[in-house]
């Protein structure tokens, strides 16, 4: 891992993501969205609708990690348990809260019914302040470390809109991305083991592509220090280049 | 989650995945793989190249459920290190084991030079049995309970051929998905709540979509009893008609 000194994790909530039915695609954008704030996600889990596996995760992440971002479960239906389950990790008490009422009346007035079901949404566990919702207005909530968000994505991601401000970063980890046409991992792994020993502070990885096309690998160094990753970048363009193959920097690609 | 009585986790080995590099495509692919089979995903977790990370979490993972699929971590390269992980997680020896070799030996044959660190790719924990590999020939292997895959998605693809036949599945898990357009989730909670409180054999779900074109719901129900799955299907139909939408019927999509 590289050297992000503060580490996140982020917690997949959903049958539909177990099943096979629903291809995630948050932790990705959740990752890209905090490797700039100077936080590096360390774990991801995935858990199905069940309150006692939700509670589990999510007590054993909030105490190992620094933050811990769960997406999918607090829609207005019988599966949407996260909220509930969050109280219950918590230990907190759950209703429906005034401030949160009050956003799904604004956004539902005239509209559509504000029923039961909806009202769901406004209920947040004892002592979270509310993440704003751009898109679909019912919020989502920060309790402790652990921000509660949408599943679908692009709620998911307004959401985070309104999580910047509250993350305290580390160093933020920037990373070098060194392309090689037709090079084999085989070919270059006791170089890049060298590499590796000799730079304790950065993170080497070597990922090999295919397409119809031909093939290749991608070398990979990622660290919070400047000068060592101008150096990487130097020796993984040598290292390349010892293969016979043209080096093509790709910046900030992972 | 639904009624599968065979229960199996994914934990997906690499870096790459955490930082946001990769988007994972494997637990879709291997939940998809799995169901007809009886073999129903239970949990996933993302761990980074960290040897105690990848013990402490397929320790956990095995002892929990049927089977655990672990992809990533075992090419030539430094940071390939699930294959140590898993004799250590399992305590026993790992070497380089002859018919491994002898593997990479015809492959390599003539081709290229097989070093120091392609043969890394023969080491075995002791114990296993290998999975072959039809893409790549670098072997997968199992040991105990636990299906040791490659990461590299067509890699990973090409081996679950050579893990069908060593599955003892349950009882097959169906689905049914019920599309309406213009239906809202707040609408329908009241109702989906009630079928499911009258059918406890059967998993529901509501997901909700959203395009330039529109919005609407897929309402899925998923169970392992043909009958409760036809009445399931006849009472999503009914439910999302009640909404004034006409209900669009996808088979097998969950």
């Known amino acids: 891992m590289s050297q992000g000194e503060v580490k996140a994790a982020v917690l997949l909530i959903g049958d539909e993501l177990l099943s096979g039915r629903t291809q995630d695609v948050n932790l990705q954008a959740i990752a890209k969205f905090l490797a700039p704030l100077g936080v590096e996600v360390a774990e991801a889990r995935v858990v199905p609708d069940v309150p006692d596996e939700i509670v589990a995760a999510v007590n054993a992440l909030r105490t190992k990690y620094d933050y811990v971002f769960t997406t999918g479960g607090i829609g207005p239906t019988h599966d949407d348990k996260t909220a509930d389950a969050m109280a219950a990790a918590f230990g907190v008490s759950i209703d429906v809260r005034d401030d949160a009422r009050a956003i799904l009346e604004a956004h539902y007035k005239g509209v559509q019914h504000l029923n039961e079901a909806r ?136």
Not at 173 to 190: F, L, N, Q
């Open 119 to 254: 009202l769901r949404m406004a209920r947040i566990p004892t002592g979270a302040t509310l993440i704003a919702n751009p898109v679909s207005k019912a919020p989502g909530f920060q309790i402790g470390n652990v921000f509660v968000l949408a599943g679908v994505p692009s709620i998911m991601r307004g959401m985070l809109q309104d999580v910047a401000h509250r993350i305290e970063g580390g160093a933020v980890v920037r990373s070098v991305t060194v392309r090689g046409r037709g090079v084999k991992e085989g070919d270059i792994a006791a170089g890049l083991a060298e590499l590796e020993a000799a730079a304790p502070g950065v993170s080497f990885g070597s990922y090999p592509w295919f397409t119809l096309e031909g093939f290749g690998l991608h070398l990979v160094a990622r660290t919070a220090d400047a000068a060592a990753l101008a150096k990487a970048e130097t020796d993984l363009t040598t290292l390349i280049a010892s293969c016979g193959a043209t080096p093509e920097i790709v910046v900030d690609m992972a």
